[in-house]
């Protein structure tokens, strides 16, 4: 039994030991995605540009530009592209051999760097035979060669050969990346978030850092109405109530008897223009009813919440009890009111819901807490996310960590306790999971701090002093619509308060980063999203279209790999029909940030450090059982 037991400690030893000298995998880094499941889309198939890199390594003496630019559009949409291609006749058979082949040979060379225990998990049952057989046994020698032909040739007489290309293209996709890094805000704004969360759910590895815009939507579905409130004025904000209606089966027909009976047409809340359809009279009237009604709700939610917790010190955001006349009293300065639609408030109790709205808001939050598809894609959000990573020497957070003028961490207590820094974010996550565990309950301290973290001054993911939402919608002087931003998002980039920061998640390493997400760069004006000497990266670059004429761009992802890291700037992206007929890549340039003196390998890396504690464990036992086998 000692002998059986000892070879089979050794061999998982060496297992180990070989796994940790192998390239690190590549991790590919995203964030303020905004709804824009198009965008996502093509630059998860295409790895921010590290598919069009392989083919050109690979390729580069034998194909043209055309070809090449075919053969990546090949491997980002097989289904379309062939589809496109057969549109105007048949392909000759040779088209299907020549395409299998090179995909052979990319699949050969980005999965050389995993075990070939990671290839076999990942191949797809019906070929894992014959793709195991090409993959790891292939050469060119005259006995084999032919053996291999024939197989190729037999896949494509049998009718096979386009679900074999399309096989091969996403195994492609899936070892040119290895780790996928989303860093907050897949929702609003955009039509389809819900079409990146199935993506997601999909995806081989990943892990998510929740953005302010995700905890709106997880805070709704775990009770708190004053999140559910900001998600409906959102989502009519931005004309995709269709969202809630077509993807997550909301049925919104008694919010929009409540805001057609309450409310008028009001200009200055008409929907912002969809880019992706040309909204109905009918849908623009409602947009613009239902953000009046969600707007005034959320007020008087969010007002009786800042009353339930003075420690919020919030106070200066009730506002509906500083109205008299017509006119809103800010710091002693009277400012005249405009787009007023206050005709639900009773002024002798302002922040109380009306009859009416408090059995709309009830139903929307039964609704949203009974939706099967929205409730499986927040679960997924809790299950895949936090509010910080460490993760291979590197600090993910999609918002900040709220600093003091002086670079020192802000304190805040909450409970009686002093929280500040890492232990804020530890504070702010554990109840985050709790209010989700618990949605029955609406008005407990959980559920209401996950709204606090949507619009709080010390919340890691809004950081700013207030959400002025109020004084935008009916304040024409501007001077009060600005929100002040926490000292962080200047000091970020200085390189010691990067490092002071990266020190108390225990990051003390030379070459640590912070990752940001949250706030777009404005390229455009000259704004980099390198700071810090390197040790600060934002990548919050445009995603959403309603940012790319500030930023100048459509968003920027990072890559890192074994040799170091690169920072992509992508250009707008159009569409996918256009993309397809024109092999449009969305990639303009990219940027090294950090090339590596000596290749990285797995044993770099956290998982690495894992695996080392694992291998000291079983030589421990190896020992252990070497010494009683001798005794």
Request: aromatic letters at 10%.
């Amino acid at each position: 039994m000692s002998n059986r037991q000892s070879n089979e400690l050794i061999a998982e030893i060496i297992n180990l030991e070989a796994i940790l000298n192998l390239p690190k995998g590549t991790e590919h880094f995203i964030s303020d995605l905004h709804g824009e499941f198009e965008a996502f889309n093509h630059i998860l198939r295409n790895g921010s540009g590290s598919i069009r890199e392989k083919v050109n390594t690979l390729f580069n003496q034998e194909l043209s530009a055309e070809q090449i630019d075919e053969l990546c559009f090949l491997i980002y949409y097989p289904e379309e592209k062939i589809q496109s291609l057969t549109f105007q006749q048949p392909l000759p058979q040779n088209w299907w051999f020549e395409a299998i082949e090179n995909l052979l040979v990319i699949v050969r060379f980005s999965s050389s760097k995993y075990t070939r225990s990671k290839v076999r998990k990942a191949l797809p049952e019906t070929y894992a035979y014959i793709l195991e057989e090409l993959i790891y046994q292939y050469d060119e020698t005259t006995n084999k060669k032919a053996y291999y032909k024939q197989i190729i040739r037999k896949i494509i007489e049998l009718g096979e050969a386009e679900r074999f290309i399309t096989d091969l293209a996403h195994l492609t996709q899936r070892f040119v990346i290895d780790h996928l890094h989303v860093i907050g805000d897949i929702y609003d704004r955009g039509p389809h978030p819900d079409k990146i969360m199935d993506s997601l759910t999909r995806y081989h590895s990943l892990d998510i850092q929740w953005g302010n815009h995700d905890i709106i939507w997880l805070g709704a579905v775990s009770g708190s109405k004053a999140c559910l409130a900001n998600v409906l004025r959102i989502c009519a904000r931005y004309g995709n109530l269709d969202l809630l209606e077509d993807a997550y089966g909301i049925d919104l027909t008694l919010l929009k008897s409540y805001s057609r009976n309450f409310y008028q047409e009001n200009s200055h809340f008409m929907p912002k223009k969809n880019p992706y359809r040309k909204l109905t009279l009918t849908e623009i009237n409602d947009a613009m009813k239902i953000q009046q009604a969600m707007a005034i709700i959320q007020e008087k939610l969010e007002g009786q919440l800042i009353k339930r917790h003075p420690e919020f010190q919030m106070d200066h955001r009730l506002l509906l009890d500083k109205i008299k006349n017509d006119q809103l009293m800010i710091d002693g300065q009277p400012y005249n009111l405009i787009n007023s639609c206050f005709q639900t408030i009773d002024w002798s109790d302002p922040y109380q819901l009306s009859e009416e709205e408090e059995h709309v808001i009830t139903d929307l939050l039964q609704q949203f807490q009974h939706a099967q598809k929205l409730n499986k894609h927040m679960a997924f959000l809790v299950e895949k996310g936090s509010l910080y990573l460490s993760y291979n020497h590197n600090l993910l957070i999609h918002g900040c960590i709220p600093l003091n003028e002086d670079g020192s961490f802000q304190s805040v207590i909450f409970n009686g306790k002093k929280y500040a820094g890492k232990s804020l974010l530890d504070f702010f996550e554990t109840n985050i999971k709790q209010a989700f565990a618990k949605p029955w309950q609406t008005e407990d301290f959980s559920t209401d701090i996950v709204w606090y973290l949507w619009c709080g001054e010390h919340s890691s993911l809004f950081g700013k002093k207030a959400m002025k939402t109020f004084e935008r919608y009916f304040i024409q002087e501007t001077q009060t619509h600005v929100e002040e931003k926490n000292a962080y998002y200047e000091l970020r980039n200085r390189s010691d308060i990067c490092q002071y920061i990266l020190n108390a998640f225990d990051l003390n390493e030379f070459d640590a980063h912070i990752i940001n997400g949250h706030t777009p760069v404005k390229l455009i004006k000259g704004e980099s999203p390198i700071k810090a000497d390197g040790k600060m990266l934002v990548i919050d670059g445009g995603f959403s279209r309603a940012y790319q004429k500030v930023t100048g761009i459509g968003g920027y992802t990072l890559l890192y790999n074994s040799f170091g890291m690169q920072l992509a700037a992508h250009k707008p992206f159009s569409d996918k029909i256009t993309a397809l007929e024109k092999n449009d890549e969305i990639i303009s340039t990219r940027q090294i940030v950090d090339r590596q003196v000596k290749r990285l390998k797995v044993k770099d890396t956290t998982i690495g450090a894992t695996l080392i504690k694992d291998t000291i464990k079983l030589k421990q036992r190896l020992e252990h059982i070497t010494r009683v086998s001798s005794n």
